[in-house]
Structure formats: structure tokens, C-alpha cells
Nanobody
Framework: QVQLVESGGGLAQAGGSLRLSCAASGRTFTNYAMGWFRQAPGKEREFVAALRWRGDSTYYADSKKGRFTISRDNAKNTVYLQMNRLKPDDTAVYYC?????????????????????WGQGTQVTVLS
């Protein structure tokens, strides 16, 4: 049974930093994409960042480039999202997701529907 467990959310001041973690278990994720999405109250879930367990490629929403960094620790089966220079607009529930990349050339890392497994989410609140 696949489990994705997020942690690291909480309160932060504007301009501060948080690091989210996503511990993955239940299968081999070698051919998987791991993504971070977020959902603010009253808004749709939106893409933040993603990577593949295999290779060095990372993907970011344009507005997150330069402030957010996604990374992984293969030994710990954990994916991280380092968030710097936080803004009140970053307040949301952050979700970790995993999706099987059957066709690497056509996988849309930004698409919610491409991810089969989801964590329960972790709340991030940025105070102004």
C-alpha cells in the first residue's frame, strides 16, 4: 500500500523559510514523478514543483522558480520542498503526490490528473 506522508508545515513570517518533507513508502518509486501541489481556500489545487526519482530533472511553476527548491533523498525515499522568501500568498495546504511516468516524453508534471497517489496535506500559513 502506497503511503505519502507530508510534514514540515506550520506558521512562518513573510520572508521566512520552511522545508516540507514527503516520506514515500509501499512500492518502488524509481519510475515515478513526485510532485508538490498546493490548495488555498476557495481555489483549485495548483502545481508547485516536481521531479522524477530517476534523473536530475526538476520542474517548477513559473511563479515559484527561484524561491522554491524540490529535492530528494533516495536512501530515505523522501522528497523535500524548500520554500524561501515566503509570502502570505503562499498560505495553503501543500500536498505531495506520486505518479507513474509511463511515457517520459509526454508526462505532464503540472497536471493533477497525472498523479495517482496523494498525501494528506500539510498546512502552511505565512503571516504578513
Amino acid at each position: 500500500q502506497v503511503q505519502l506522508v507530508e510534514s514540515g508545515g506550520g506558521l512562518a513570517q513573510a520572508g521566512g523559510s520552511l522545508r516540507l518533507s514527503c516520506a514515500a513508502s509501499g512500492r518502488t518509486f524509481t519510475n515515478y514523478a513526485m510532485g508538490w501541489f498546493r490548495q488555498a481556500p476557495g481555489k483549485e489545487r495548483e502545481f508547485v514543483a516536481a521531479l522524477r526519482w530517476r534523473g536530475d530533472s526538476t520542474y517548477y511553476a513559473d511563479s515559484k522558480k527561484g524561491r522554491f527548491t524540490i529535492s530528494r533523498d533516495n536512501a530515505k525515499n523522501t522528497v523535500y520542498l524548500q520554500m524561501n522568501r515566503l509570502k502570505p500568498d503562499d498560505t495553503a495546504v501543500y500536498y505531495c503526490a506520486a505518479g507513474d511516468v509511463y511515457y517520459p516524453g509526454s508526462f505532464d508534471y503540472t497536471d493533477v490528473d497525472g498523479y495517482k497517489y496523494w498525501g494528506q496535506g500539510t498546512q502552511v500559513t505565512v503571516l504578513s
